[in-house]
């Protein structure tokens, strides 16, 4: 039965695939299923439909969760311009958390239009048109989102290599940018074209996001 309330999700476009399917039914018997005996009013209606029910909310945010962080990594290893090594060897659930934690530390303003990208599939035109601002502002405000979180799950891969120091600086350190290059031995103009390159070497990652 819980097979088929995962098939309905599926239908209704919460991708996930057997094997996740599996791992969330495990983890609803486990974590929900003794509070369901408890809270279960016969006078209200048939287990069965309580536990299809109860299945459905407790799956939706999951599977939700799990999209929006796998949205994020995949541009990491198929959009970047250099080559990045796959993240498969880092353990899933240590993964996941890291990334939900870096996202949730974005600056307000990156963690909308992250938001916007991701959760409600707004094209980049629309996301300018909501915000006020420009496609390149929104593009810039991705690429950002996508370089603090890749320094926070340490994939320093993500950048060149020349421009990993600024990046961790930047983004890890909490440095403004002409702290930075005052650091790096750097004049303001040279700063400014280094930062340049580092979003636009995230450019092409934050336009995949949202795309299948």
Known sequence: MLLSAVGSLARRGYG????EALDVIHDFYL???????????????KFSTYLYGSFLQF???????????KAILVPFDEAIDHPAPI????????????????????????????????????????????????RYVVRQRLAEALGRIAVAISHDETFPED???????LWRDQQPLMRVAADLGLSRQQARL??????????AAAASLGNP
């Open 16 to 19: 996930i695939n057997p094997g």
């Open 194 to 203: 280094q930062y340049g390159r580092l979003i636009h070497s995230l450019s």
């Open 87 to 134: 993240l498969d060897d880092y353990p899933p659930v240590e993964l996941e958390a890291s990334v939900l934690l870096a996202y949730k530390r974005l600056p307000k303003t990156l963690r909308a239009t992250l938001d916007a990208r991701l959760d409600q599939g707004q094209s980049e035109r629309a996301i300018a048109k909501r915000f006020r601002v420009s």
């Open 31 to 45: 974590e929900a299923l003794p509070g369901l005996f408890e809270h279960f009013d016969p006078s209200k209606g």
């Open 59 to 69: 799956a939706r945010p999951r599977i939700v969760r799990g999209i929006r962080w």
């Open 163 to 169: 421009l990993r120091p600024l990046a961790i600086r």
